[in-house]
C-alpha cells in the first residue's frame, strides 16, 4: 500500500484488516446467496426420497440465510470500527476545532482585557478625585 503519504505499520496494517474483513464478508454473503438460489431450482438426481431432500433443501437454506446474516452484521461491525477509528484518529479536524476554540477564547480574552483596563481607568480617575477630595478639605 504505497500511497502519496507513508503510513505508520499500525495504521496500515489495520486498513488491509479491514479490507480483508470487507472483502471476505462480501464474498461470503454472494456464496451463500448462489447457493440459495440453486436450492431453490429444487432439480436435484439424488437417491433421497423427495421429502428427505426437500427437509435437507430447506435446512440448508436456513443455514445460508444464518450465513448472510452473520456477515451483514459483520459488515455492520466493520463500518462501526472504521466509524469509530475515523472520529478518534482524524486529526486535521481535530486540529481545526482546537484552532477554532483556541480562536474564539482569545478574542474573548481580548474582549475581557479591554473592559478590565476601562475599569481600571476608571476606577483611577475615580480614585484621583476622590484623593484630591479628601486631602483638600479641612476635616482631615
Do not use: W
Request: aromatic share 6%.
Amino acid at each position: 500500500m504505497s500511497g502519496p503519504r507513508a503510513l505508520p505499520q499500525s495504521k496500515e496494517a489495520l486498513l488491509k484488516s479491514y479490507r480483508t474483513r470487507l472483502k471476505d464478508d462480501v464474498k461470503s454473503m454472494l456464496e451463500n446467496f448462489e447457493e440459495i438460489v440453486k436450492l431453490a431450482k429444487g432439480e436435484h438426481d439424488t437417491q433421497l426420497s423427495r421429502m428427505t431432500q426437500c427437509e435437507q433443501d430447506t435446512y440448508e437454506m436456513h443455514v445460508r440465510a444464518a450465513n448472510i446474516v452473520r456477515a451483514g452484521e459483520s459488515l455492520m461491525k466493520l463500518v462501526s470500527d472504521i466509524k469509530q477509528y475515523l472520529i478518534l484518529n482524524d486529526f486535521p479536524s481535530v486540529n481545526e476545532a482546537i484552532t477554532q476554540n483556541s480562536k474564539l477564547f482569545r478574542t474573548k480574552q481580548a474582549e475581557c482585557d479591554q473592559k478590565l483596563m476601562s475599569l481600571r481607568d476608571d476606577i483611577a480617575a475615580d480614585l484621583y478625585d476622590l484623593e484630591e477630595e479628601y486631602y483638600s478639605s479641612l476635616n482631615k
